[in-house]
């Protein structure tokens, strides 16, 4: 007979009473179509309410939900139960952030360093409201349609070394979203998000481990992104070099 | 911003054309000179052939090439590999006088060897 | 508040498999300057005449020097491999409007590599 319940071993983490997480152990139902997420959901529901964890979506959308399951950076509700069988199953909160409470991490350094790559599109001149949105052809929203798939869900933060090693890093997601807006044909701003990128917080901070990539939920490829924009970086600068910066036409990404 | 002061995306350009030259000639010398002829698998190259194509002015300047740019792709991964791998970051300077003055001195040595053949 | 955070273990890099890789890869580099030693050292022993070069040649024929250069080739390979297989990544190109695909890139890689290195062992041996 198949097991009917799955062993799920969750870190407990309470500030101010524990100094390190601590493993605790509960029996969850083994469904089908079950998550992680709704494991967990079930514990907080009928076996220990102290548990806290951050979820929203349940869909892989909204990226509320990255946990560490058996070591790997995962989307719980994009990870099912029956694929871990006969378990247990290892739940930790992502690594390389501190850790408020159990599963709940601290997202601020990402939430400060994301606008500083001004992830949006930018005009020189805003054209006015009435003419109507900018447009761009299917083939041009080929260019960055890949990059805006990120959903700041912090997977790749979670398996990067060198972010671990360098917490100034700026990290794959912001990365990979400025190279979204510079790409984008609509987007006149590759300029102003230079200094940021190019800086040695920025992008050559990378060492193409390429982990960032491999557990992407949505395959933005931020490692991709990365050593796209070190090529554009590294051949305007030596351009720079060779002459003045007036000749030098825009470039797209 | 000094960004335009920045050496890295020089040394990233170096970096990456060493990586190149690298993966395309690295192999077949070592293959040829390190394994192939000291093993007897094939008989060895004569003094006066080698000779001769060294002599190619064309061959040196492909070398020099070869040399420079794989050292400076040494001293790039080299140095970041100290950094991440052994978290020795804080002692930055040591290490970049270390992997990119030893590119240098290497450059040096390669010119020094290949102009004199 | 007291938050927790994670220590850094020193060989964090023997946590993940794909870690291990990673570090294997980035020490080809060692191995890569290696060889740029050992090509000069050929150098200077083939300028210097033909005694010079045949002290060279049974110096590389010692054992261990055929060990150290086995283990070399394999880092090397490992460059190779992993540099050819993430060129497609950093570079996007575009033939009429369209991106090649990255296993076409990665083809002429390698078509690039077997050419040169046919070219290569012509000109020493022939």
């Not at chain 1, 992502?94 to 709940?104: T, W």
Request: glycine share 6%.
């Amino acid at each position: 007979m198949a097991a009917t319940e799955i062993t799920l071993e969750v870190a407990r983490y309470r500030p101010g009473v524990d100094s390190e997480p601590v493993l605790q152990s509960y029996q969850v139902p083994l469904r089908e179509h079950w998550a992680i997420l709704d494991g967990l959901t079930y514990v907080k529901d009928h076996l220990d309410g102290t548990l806290s964890f951050r979820w929203s979506c349940r869909m892989g959308i909204c990226g509320s939900c990255g946990m560490t399951v058996n070591g790997e950076p995962q989307l719980s509700c994009a990870t099912f139960l029956t694929d871990y069988a006969p378990g247990p199953i290892r739940v930790e909160p992502l690594h390389n952030f501190p850790v408020v409470r159990d599963l709940v991490v601290d997202i601020d350094d990402f939430m400060t360093k994301l606008p500083k790559v001004k992830p949006w599109v930018i005009r020189e001149v805003q054209s006015p409201i009435e003419e109507g949105e900018y447009l761009q052809t299917p083939e041009e929203m080929d260019e960055c349609q890949q990059f805006s798939m990120c959903i700041n869900c912090m997977l790749c933060y979670s398996a990067c070394p060198v972010y671990s090693l360098e917490p100034d890093f700026l990290g794959p997601a912001a990365i990979a979203l400025a190279q979204r807006y510079n790409l984008d044909s609509r987007d006149e701003g590759a300029d102003e998000r230079r200094d940021v990128l190019s800086s040695p917080e920025g992008i050559w901070a990378c060492t193409f481990v390429g982990e960032c990539s491999a557990v992407c939920p949505k395959g933005v490829d931020p490692a991709g992104a990365i050593q796209r924009y070190k090529l554009t970086a590294a051949t305007q600068s030596i351009k720079e070099l060779l002459m003045p910066r007036s000749l030098i036409p825009r470039s797209k990404g | 911003m000094n960004r335009r002061r920045s050496p890295e995306p020089l040394l990233w350009m170096l970096f990456s054309s060493g990586g190149m030259v690298a993966a395309l000639m690295v192999p077949i010398l070592l293959f040829l000179f390190g394994i192939v002829f000291p093993l007897g698998l094939l008989s060895t190259p004569s003094h006066a052939h080698l000779y001769a194509v060294l002599h190619n002015p064309l061959t040196r300047l492909v070398l020099f090439g070869l040399c420079a740019l794989a050292l400076f792709h040494w001293a790039h991964r080299f140095r970041y590999t100290l950094y991440d791998g052994l978290q020795l970051k804080r002692y930055a300077v040591p290490i970049v006088v270390l992997c990119y003055g030893g590119a240098v001195v290497g450059c040096v040595i390669a010119a020094g060897l290949l102009l004199t053949v | 508040m007291s938050v927790y955070q994670r220590p850094v273990h020193l060989f964090w890099w023997l946590e993940r498999r794909a870690y291990v890789l990673f570090v294997l890869r980035e020490l080809s580099s060692v191995f890569v300057a290696w060889f740029v030693v050992f090509l000069l050292l050929l150098v200077n022993a083939i300028s210097d005449g033909a005694a010079s070069y045949q002290r060279f040649l049974d110096w590389s024929g010692q054992w261990w020097m055929v060990a150290i250069n086995v283990l070399a080739m394999l880092f090397v390979l490992l460059h190779v491999v992993t540099w050819f297989g993430l060129a497609p990544r950093a570079m996007a190109i575009k033939v009429r409007g369209s991106r090649v695909p990255a296993k076409q890139i990665v083809a002429a890689h390698y078509l690039a590599w077997l050419v040169l290195s046919a070219a290569v062992a012509w000109l020493v041996v022939r």
